[in-house]
Antibody, heavy 120, light 107 residues
Framework: QVQLVESGGGVVQPGRSLRLSCAAS????????MHWVRQAPGKGLEWVAG????????HYADSVKGRFTISRDISKNTLYLQMNSLSAEDTAVYFC?????????????WGLGALVTVSS | DIQMTQSPSSLSASVGDRVTITCRAS??????LAWYQQKSGKVPELLIY???TLQSGVPSRFSGRGSGTEFTLTISGLQPEDVATYYC?????????FGQGTKVEIE
């Protein structure tokens, strides 16, 4: 069955960096688009970034553009999110999500999430 | 960016009631709309995509319809296990956006 396991979350000071990882299994990672979606405490869902099956197409939310970078390593079946210049507004649970298709559409499987807390 | 507006923000209904949630897009998105259910403390789950196609394993009491800018999610016969927050999401254009969510409770 599809499994998505996020790691790398934690407490980080404002202005610092953090990298999240998402280990994927149970499906053909090399032919699936992938996304990061976040949810601030007590708030709704916010799409953060998406990457096409081959990594050639990447898109970001305006709120993270220029600070976050999504990438994937097909040899390791792993999705990444490099987060730089973090601020308190980035505090959230970050979900890794599998796209239904090869490009970018909607999300048919989600990981359990990784909590990122930006605080001094 | 496309804005998605859900209504109501919350509702309370009785078991067996028919419940309808509306999602409006700030511009036309054809049928590029998905619905998710998130129970308290849990991960979101895909209910419907393509505005009206039920994801495998989702009970048939859930249905979706709409095209363009107005969409609805209907629960025909609310069950206690349907208590959750429901979100719509457009995937016509990046950056993708979610509605703000509708919290459904049992009276």
């Amino acid at each position: 069955q599809v499994q998505l396991v996020e790691s790398g979350g934690g407490v980080v000071q404002p202005g610092r960096s953090l990298r999240l990882s998402c280990a994927a299994s149970g499906f053909r990672f090399s032919t699936s688009g992938m996304h990061w979606v976040r949810q601030a405490p007590g708030k709704g869902l916010e799409w953060v970034a998406g990457i096409s099956y081959d990594g050639s197409d990447k898109h970001y939310a305006d709120s993270v553009k220029g600070r976050f970078t999504i990438s994937r390593d097909i040899s390791k079946n792993t999705l990444y999110l490099q987060m730089n210049s973090l601020s308190a507004e980035d505090t959230a649970v970050y979900f890794c999500a599998k796209d239904r298709g090869v490009l970018l559409t909607f999300f048919d499987y989600w990981g359990l999430g990784a909590l990122v807390t930006v605080s001094s | 960016d496309i804005q998605m507006t859900q209504s109501p923000s919350s509702l309370s209904a009785s078991v067996g009631d028919r419940v309808t949630i509306t999602c409006r897009a700030s511009q036309g998105i054809s049928n590029y709309l998905a619905w998710y259910q998130q129970k308290s403390g849990k991960v979101p789950e895909l209910l419907i995509y393509g505005s009206s196609t039920l994801q495998s394993g989702v009970p048939s009491r859930f249905s979706g319809r709409g095209s363009g800018t107005e969409f609805t999610l209907t629960i025909s016969g609310l069950q206690p296990e349907d208590v959750a927050t429901y979100y719509c999401q457009e995937y016509r254009t990046v950056p993708y956006t979610f509605g703000q969510g509708t919290k459904v409770e049992i009276e």
